[in-house]
């Protein structure tokens, strides 16, 4: 079984895939193989500003998923993200309860949208 320590956000990931922060990447290199994952909800995030008929978008996003495991977002992940405080039209909150489920750190450009989320440790990994 795989010892995931961190859930990334999509706003780092869309930071990996467009190469615009070389902290983040270094970070990234840093991890060991399996430490790393996301949500289904941050890859469905990501996945919406692919350009389908982009072949080297496309490529960029497969080869960065190949390495950042999607997980899926399961009921333990549902049941946390309705202890949390609410907040209409936000991806965090679920992005939140899916980290929060799996006792995972949650690395992100927005730390400010996860600071009413009791809990959660969150890193940004685009500052040096």
Do not use: G
């Given at each position: 079984m795989t010892d995931f320590k961190y859930l990334l956000d999509s706003n780092i990931l869309v930071y990996l895939l467009d190469g615009v922060s070389p902290e983040a990447r270094d970070r990234v290199e840093a991890c060991a193989i399996g430490e790393l994952a996301t949500?289904?909800?941050?890859?469905?995030?990501?996945?919406?500003k692919v350009n389908p008929d982009d072949p080297r978008q496309q490529a960029r996003?497969?080869?960065?998923?190949?390495?950042?495991?999607v997980l899926p977002f399961d009921a333990a992940a549902g049941e946390t993200y309705r202890t949390l405080p609410f907040e209409r039209h936000?991806?965090?909150h679920l992005i939140a309860a899916h980290a929060l489920?799996?006792?995972?750190?949650?690395?992100?450009r927005n730390t400010r949208h996860f600071r009413a989320v009791p809990?959660?440790?969150?890193e940004d990994w685009t500052v040096a």
């Open positions: 949500s289904a909800i941050a890859y469905a995030e990501v996945m919406w996003a497969k080869a960065l998923f190949d390495l950042i495991q936000r991806f965090d489920s799996r006792n995972l750190v949650m690395v992100t809990s959660l440790r969150v």
